[in-house]
């Protein structure tokens, strides 16, 4: 996944900081995502499902 550009969050930094720490949070944003587990202090592994017309994949990355 190729990511760039820059989004502004209009809430404090240590809330925006928090969500993204948090598993429960990052689940409801990604869409398809099933779900995600912290497997280290800086790693999360997460399942995904994608439905691309025909094709339906689930993935999992870490």
């Not at 989004?7 to 398809?32: C, F, K, M, S, Y």
Request: charge should be negative; charged fraction near 25%.
């Amino acid at each position: 996944m190729e990511m760039s550009g820059e989004r502004r969050i209009p809430a404090p930094r240590q809330q925006v900081w928090e969500a993204l720490n948090d598993p429960e949070a990052l689940r409801t944003a990604i869409p398809g995502c099933e779900s995600v587990e912290r497997v280290g202090e800086d790693q999360f592994q997460a399942r995904v499902a994608v439905k691309l017309g025909p094709m339906a994949a689930n993935l999992a990355a870490r």
